[in-house]
């Protein structure tokens, strides 16, 4: 079956051109969401074009990547992961087009007011899975900039709430019985850590959907590493989004270079509009034996580390 991944930017038009000048947008927040709900349903439309079965849209999609700063302006972008205008919007585009969505969106939890960076997995009738709350939140500076995340959300408290397609007994590190097969998301910096990826698939991922938005030498180097090392360890497919081109008024270069990776090596794209990367993958690989000979699953030895 086919995937797919978008490789974008913020698709608003009116970003002014410095940062002194961001304070303007408070009354157009609704405006650059709407433009960038619009924009990916668009990309949902051509990618059903391509038979694609399921598509991952980037880390917090709906807007710019506003970390790179701290604007307490943006929190005003949160929203409820239920009833949303985002989460609305993709439920219909996903039935309208049979196809699974995982939309990360930034969270508003209405209960306990608290904010997060969360992906949505929307089945192909237009039903939520389930959510996934991104675990560990990046604070630093790097060769290219700077990102402050921690300013607009909190680390993952575990309260994703109830699902009935939720297989996993870890509250942190939900897998989905979906359409395309069990489904599971790690947020972009969840990534750099050993336990994510193994925690997804010790709960009985099969697919893992890795939404990023990232810069950077460093980080260019190991998007390059990471998820086929990850695929090949834990015997899943991996697949990464990043955002491609720069946003005003920050104007910071993203890479995008998102690829779809398995056990053994990347799956090859599929040619694709603009903003898309779509690949083809079968899951029964995850069936087969290793060609490398390796049964790392039967000779883990978990009692010595």
């Known amino acids: ?153 909190e680390r993952s408290d575990g309260k994703l709430g109830p699902s009935t397609k939720n297989i996993s007994k870890n509250p942190y590190f939900p897998v989905f019985d979906s359409s395309v097969g069990r489904v599971g998301v790690a947020i972009c910096y969840d990534r750099h850590f050993p336990g994510v990826m193994k925690a997804l698939a010790d709960e009985g991922a099969q697919l893992i959907f890795s939404p990023a938005v990232t810069f950077g030498e460093k980080s260019r180097r190991m998007w390059e590493l990471e998820f086929e090392v990850d695929a090949a360890r834990h015997n899943v497919i991996i697949a990464g989004s990043n955002r491609l081109g720069s946003e005003a008024p920050w104007n910071q270069e993203y890479f995008g270079a998102s690829y779809v990776a398995g056990p053994n090596g990347r799956m090859p794209a599929v040619s694709a509009p603009e903003g898309l990367i779509v690949s083809e993958i079968d899951l029964e690989i995850l069936a087969n034996p290793d060609p490398s000979g390796w049964n790392l699953a039967r000779d883990l030895r978990s009692e010595i580390y």
Request: glycine residues 8%; hydrophobic residues 40%.
């Open 1 to 153: 079956m086919n995937i797919a991944l978008t490789q974008t930017v913020n698709a608003y038009q009116g970003m002014p051109v410095s940062i002194a000048e961001l304070p303007q947008l408070t009354g157009a927040l609704g405006a650059i969401r709407d433009a960038n709900i619009e924009h990916h349903c668009r990309l949902v439309e051509q990618a059903k074009l391509l038979d694609v079965r399921a598509l991952c849209m980037g880390e917090l999609f709906a807007g710019p990547y506003f970390a790179l700063g701290q604007d307490p302006m943006w929190r005003e972008m949160a929203e409820d992961a239920e009833t949303g205008p985002t989460v609305t919007a993709m439920r219909d585009v996903a039935a309208q087009n049979q196809m699974l969505l995982v939309a990360p969106i930034y969270e508003l939890d209405n209960d306990s007011g608290k904010r997060f960076n969360t992906a949505v997995v929307i089945e192909n009738d237009g039903s939520i899975l389930g959510k996934y709350r991104k675990t560990h939140i990046p604070v630093g500076t790097n060769d290219a900039g700077s990102f402050y995340e921690t300013f607009y959300y």
